[in-house]
């Protein structure tokens, strides 16, 4: 007889075992894929968000701020970007900091190249409309500011140190910047490019500097709206000579403890690029 067993394979209605796989568990393989998916996305979220803390944290773009501006950390957490500073002021100057900043988004600046404060506003109407104090409610007058420190950044450059005059219209055609000129209209702004000039020795950031100008109307017995308490105690900028031995009469502008940082000086001076600047750093050093 054969040891052999039978092959019930071959038989009639045998049933044939199959090898199962492993038993996968869908619902946990899920629950891992969304835990996965949710961790990716916190993970993305919490880094966009920083990103905005780098344009604050490394000064990428450091601004020159409205008048009564309170430290940039204090400002940035009571500013509530509400544009009432933007909608009062008169010669258009302050504006609102777009997506670049940060978290400095919709807060307001001002772009003194391009528009600078003028200080016309005797009132100082963008501290007066700020609703949180982010503009310091304890300034009355314009010489109380300090945005920064106008400095002599490209000597260089500079026409009167040159000892060379200025004739014609500041900065082209294209120009929009907007001053009120006393002996034109004190309450309109004017168009700077509009403004013909003749000198001698370039003097425009001492003649459109609003302290120098406060100052001028103080000594002739006329103080803005005939309040005293609108008269500067200190000079901001003067032209002062300097003697290079060639003969050539040559000045120096001078930047003065008055200077407040409106940016006047910048915005008119006719070089390009700008040989007087405003220094935002220097306000620390100064209060």
Same mark, same amino acid.
């Given at each position: 007889?054969?040891?052999?067993?039978?092959?019930?394979?071959?038989?009639?209605?045998?049933?044939?075992?199959?090898?199962?796989?492993?038993?996968?568990?869908?619902?946990?393989?899920?629950?891992?894929?969304?835990?996965?998916?949710?961790?990716?996305?916190?993970?993305?979220?919490?880094?966009?968000?920083?990103?905005?803390?780098?344009?604050?944290?490394?000064?990428?773009?450091?601004?020159?701020?409205?008048?009564?501006?309170?430290?940039?950390?204090?400002?940035?957490?009571?500013?509530?970007?509400?544009?009432?500073?933007?909608?009062?002021?008169?010669?258009?100057?302050?504006?609102?900091?777009?997506?670049?900043?940060?978290?400095?988004?919709?807060?307001?600046?001002?772009?003194? %190249?391009?528009?600078?404060? !003028?200080?016309?506003?005797?009132?100082?109407? $963008?501290?007066?409309? @700020? &609703? +949180?104090?982010?503009? #310091?409610?304890?300034?009355?007058?314009?010489?109380?500011?300090?945005?920064?420190?106008?400095?002599?950044?490209?000597?260089?450059?500079?026409?009167?140190?040159?000892?060379?005059?200025?004739?014609?219209?500041?900065?082209?055609?294209?120009?929009?910047?907007?001053?009120?000129?006393?002996?034109?209209?004190?309450?309109?702004?004017?168009?700077?490019?509009?403004?013909?000039?003749?000198?001698?020795?370039?003097?425009?950031?001492?003649?459109?500097?609003?302290?120098?100008?406060?100052?001028?109307?103080?000594?002739?017995?006329?103080?803005?709206?005939?309040?005293?308490?609108?008269?500067?105690?200190?000079?901001?900028?003067?032209?002062?000579?300097?003697?290079?031995?060639?003969?050539?009469?040559?000045? %120096?502008?001078?930047?003065? !403890?008055?200077?407040?940082?409106?940016?006047? $000086?910048?915005?008119? @001076? &006719? +070089?390009?690029?700008? #040989?007087?600047?405003?220094?935002?750093?220097?306000?620390?050093?100064?209060?």
């Amino acid at each position: 007889m054969s040891d052999d067993k039978p092959d019930n394979t071959d038989m009639p209605g045998a049933v044939v075992a199959k090898q199962v796989p492993p038993v996968v568990n869908r619902r946990k393989q899920q629950q891992r894929r969304q835990f996965l998916r949710t961790l990716m996305l916190a993970a993305g979220v919490v880094g966009v968000s920083s990103m905005g803390f780098i344009p604050v944290a490394r000064s990428w773009n450091p601004r020159l701020r409205p008048p009564g501006a309170l430290d940039e950390s204090e400002l940035l957490a009571a500013c509530i970007k509400c544009g009432q500073c933007v909608q009062v002021c008169p010669v258009e100057a302050i504006k609102l900091a777009d997506i670049m900043d940060g978290f400095g988004v919709g807060v307001p600046y001002v772009d003194a %190249r391009e528009q600078s404060c !003028d200080f016309s506003c005797d009132g100082l109407q $963008c501290i007066l409309a @700020c &609703p +949180t104090g982010a503009l #310091s409610h304890k300034l009355n007058y314009p010489s109380e500011v300090r945005m920064g420190f106008a400095r002599l950044d490209r000597p260089d450059l500079c026409l009167a140190k040159k000892g060379e005059g200025f004739k014609g219209k500041i900065r082209g055609p294209e120009f929009d910047g907007l001053f009120r000129y006393n002996e034109i209209d004190r309450w309109k702004p004017q168009r700077i490019r509009d403004q013909e000039f003749d000198l001698e020795i370039c003097d425009l950031c001492v003649r459109h500097c609003p302290i120098e100008i406060r100052i001028a109307q103080c000594e002739a017995g006329e103080p803005p709206s005939g309040d005293i308490n609108q008269c500067p105690p200190r000079h901001a900028i003067e032209l002062r000579p300097v003697d290079e031995g060639d003969g050539v009469r040559r000045m %120096r502008p001078e930047v003065l !403890d008055g200077c407040v940082g409106c940016g006047a $000086c910048e915005m008119v @001076c &006719p +070089t390009s690029p700008a #040989s007087i600047v405003v220094d935002i750093e220097s306000t620390v050093k100064r209060v």
